[in-house]
């Protein structure tokens, strides 16, 4: 049966939740967006109902978020539970509904970026953990790990540097550049350690769209087939050579807990 | 981020707690009265009443479309607002705060619409802790009489309504109020808050609220403005 971190909401059902839940997480300007656009109609050509959803969407407190950001003027906690107020919406009226009727459903970063995101600015980790005990524990997390410097490239030549993206809030003194540095760095740290915490399959998103897409296919059909989580696909870690690689399908990378070593030239 | 109780402000705060029609806004009014009288630079903060948050909380009533969870943490988010751009700042400047409702109001509600009671209370571990915290003590029937007389009728979530207790509005705010008042119950030994007889004559609880605070800011004369 489908679980939450610890607290049950009221009326929430958990036994006939037959659905997928599957989380793509992962940094501002990783790719999460493109690989759903390509996950979706994959999906459904096998005849499986696709619900995609993601931050900030929902109907209750989606436009008050927006308006609130555009006004740089909340607080940090208060900013925090804004989001788990639109989570909690977005969980209640999308997701469960959709698992319920047995979609698979999709969603662009879930928890995690929101914890990452509060702890970064401040807020007490074990408060944030807390706030999000109701969620449910998803089918499996691919998170889009990316180093920064692999990141900045592709933030510069794509959509610019973004007030929230860049942490400005927190570094106001800065030009947007180091600002988005600092913040970006301090983000993928958080990621790392939620990754080991909740056990999130790392996917290496610096190299090429088609390749992660390829990996993430790979390891949704193994969710999807209901098999146990196995090194079915591939990443590569940074600073791994031909050898390494040959004596092993498995490399520990630090603080990320178990990634699958890359094999597929092999 | 600090944490309920650990806080250090030079400011104080007193809030008041209750059912509707325990008389608790009349008492916080006149306080607030005397404490001007008195020379303290003091400030209400009203419930819900942040301007940041409120128009997603009013379209949430009005369309019906909040849960328990939502409905918790859209209130969360109104009371965070409201503590880091108001209550705090206040604090820090040395003012005499008093707030007409405070986070036990939303242990209470949050508990009858069935949210978990460790959860709710962890949520709101943000908030700072009251000088002192007024329990203004009423059994379910006077209280439902003074609203009743009062009022041609009452609001969807304020009734609890959307708990399904009973299909006539009137009735359903008996049965929801009557709920909270056991959670206001529970809540006295738990955070030690100063219990008063609300059934008492009103000048009577003024009364004993004014000797209360007036020892409680004892230590605080530097508060005072100048005259």
Redesign the interface.
């Known amino acids: 049966m489908r679980e939450t971190y610890g607290v049950v909401l009221p009326g929430m059902n958990l036994a006939d939740l037959t659905g997928k839940l599957i989380v793509i997480e992962g940094t501002d300007g990783v790719g999460r967006s493109t690989q759903i656009r390509l996950l979706k109609p994959w999906l459904e050509q096998q005849g499986r109902a696709v619900l995609e959803t993601g931050m900030t969407r929902s109907s209750l407190a989606g436009k008050g978020i927006k308006q609130a950001k555009e006004g740089h003027t909340l607080g940090r906690v208060t900013l925090s539970l804004f989001y788990a107020t639109d989570f909690a919406d977005r969980l209640e009226n999308e997701i469960v509904p959709a698992l319920r009727a047995g979609f698979v459903v999709l969603t662009d970063r879930y928890i995690y970026s929101l914890m990452a995101r509060a702890m970064v600015r401040g807020i007490d980790p074990v408060w944030i953990r807390n706030v999000y005990r109701f969620a449910l524990k998803p089918d499996a997390v691919f998170y889009l790990r990316i180093g920064v410097d692999d990141l900045i490239p592709r933030v510069v030549f794509s959509t610019g540097f973004d007030y929230w993206e860049s942490g400005m809030d927190l570094h106001p003194s800065e030009d947007m550049y180091e600002s988005f540095l600092k913040y970006q760095t301090s983000l993928l740290q958080q990621f790392d350690v939620l990754g080991e915490e909740y056990g999130f399959e790392i996917v290496d998103a610096s190299v090429d769209v088609r390749t992660v897409f390829e990996r993430l296919r790979a390891g949704i059909a193994r969710v999807l087939s209901g098999e146990p989580r196995e090194p079915l696909f591939a990443v590569r870690g940074p600073k791994e050579t031909a050898e390494s690689r040959q004596e092993s399908n498995v490399v520990e990378l630090p603080s990320s807990g178990k990634v699958v070593a890359a094999g597929t030239e092999s | 981020?600090k944490?309920y109780g650990e806080h250090r402000f030079p400011g104080k705060l007193f809030i008041v707690e209750g059912i509707d029609g325990s008389g608790k806004s009349t008492q916080l009014m006149l306080l607030h009265q005397w404490l001007q009288a008195e020379g303290y630079g003091t400030v209400f903060s009203e419930w819900n009443s942040s301007p940041?948050?409120k128009?997603?909380t009013k379209?949430?009533k009005k369309k019906q479309?909040?849960?328990?969870?939502?409905f918790s943490?859209?209130h969360?988010?109104d009371f965070?607002?409201r503590?880091?751009?108001n209550i705090i700042p206040l604090l820090k400047a040395g003012a005499v705060v008093l707030c007409d409702r405070y986070i036990y109001t939303a242990f209470a509600r949050d508990v009858v619409?069935?949210?978990?009671p460790k959860?709710v209370r962890?949520?709101y571990?943000?908030a700072v802790k009251p000088t002192g915290a007024f329990y203004f003590r009423v059994p379910l029937d006077v209280a439902m009489k003074r609203i009743l007389d009062g009022r041609t009728g009452v609001k969807f979530y304020e009734a609890g309504m959307d708990l399904g207790l009973s299909e006539d509005e009137e009735e359903s705010f008996k049965l929801f109020q009557g709920r909270i008042l056991e959670e206001y119950e529970k809540m006295v030994p738990e955070f030690d808050l100063i219990a008063v007889d609300a059934t008492l004559p009103i000048e009577e609880q003024q009364s004993q609220m004014r000797q209360t605070v007036r020892a409680k800011l004892a230590q605080a004369k530097r508060l005072r403005v100048a005259p």
């Open positions: 981020m944490r940041l948050v128009e997603t379209r949430g479309m909040l849960t328990p969870a939502t943490l859209i969360a988010t965070a607002d503590m880091e751009h619409r069935g949210m978990d959860w962890e949520l571990s943000f």
